[in-house]
């Protein structure tokens, strides 16, 4: 069954730091999320994608987050200079429907990022 | 109270018995989901209910949405410990594209 991958698993980084996360979406589907989750509290979403380009953002993604899909394959979610409240599990989801009517969305198991 | 709010926070119940878990939200919708998460994991999907449809039945799982009480309820049946986990609901708000999570039902199921 296809599935969203994620890596790194887990990023342990210095405060201050870029860190990059990787996910490759299932193929054939068309919309992309970042959703985040701050140990032990709800799942925020961050930013969304289609076409290219982010279709929606929330407040929490401000400057010091960019996403990119580089080669139709990846899509990645880079935080430019990290803090200490940054650290949470990030998880990228994919769905074949979005727009005005999202539909299932597929999650990875997410990249775990520890800034320290 | 938040977009897409559980209650209870969190559940105990013996295996066989039957688990509910509500949530409640604020805005008009298109549709809602329900997904689980075990700890650490990432999230998986378990049912959706358009805003037109009241009840929704999957295996062992029934959702209701009330739109008029802005809630939906997930029974889970015979509950099974390998069911342990957290739960939650999302909504897919008339006026965004993306979905909005609650905060969760942590439910354990003891065996």
């Known amino acids: 069954e296809p599935e969203v991958t994620q890596t790194p698993s887990h990023q342990v980084t210095q405060m201050g730091q870029e860190v990059i996360l990787r996910c490759v979406p299932i193929?054939?589907?068309?919309?992309f999320y970042w959703y985040r989750q701050i140990l032990g509290q709800k799942v925020e979403f961050l930013v969304s994608?289609?076409?290219?380009?982010?279709?929606?953002k929330s407040e929490i993604f401000d400057d010091q987050f960019s996403v990119e899909r580089p080669d139709g394959s990846n899509f990645t979610l880079k935080i430019r200079s990290t803090k200490l409240e940054d650290s949470a599990m990030y998880f990228c989801?994919?769905?074949?429907?979005?727009?005005?009517?999202?539909?299932?969305?597929?999650f990875g198991e997410g990249s775990r990022l520890t800034v320290l | 109270s938040q977009q897409g709010e559980e209650d209870p926070q969190a559940l105990s119940i013996q295996e066989g018995e039957n688990a509910t878990m509500n949530c409640s939200y604020k805005t008009s919708i298109n549709n809602l989901q329900w997904y689980r998460q075990n700890s650490g994991r990432g999230l998986v999907h378990l049912i959706l209910i358009r805003s037109n449809e009241r009840e929704k039945h999957s295996g062992r799982l029934r959702v209701t949405l009330d739109t008029s009480k802005k809630s939906s309820s997930l029974l889970i049946t015979a509950s099974r410990a390998a069911d342990t986990a957290s739960y939650f609901c999302a909504t897919d708000e008339q006026s965004a594209r993306q979905l909005t999570f609650g905060s969760g039902t942590q439910l354990t199921v003891l065996p």
């Open positions: 994608f289609y076409n290219n380009e982010i279709s929606e």
């Open positions: 193929s054939n589907h068309l919309y």
């Open positions: 989801a994919s769905s074949p429907l979005g727009g005005t009517l999202t539909g299932e969305l597929f």
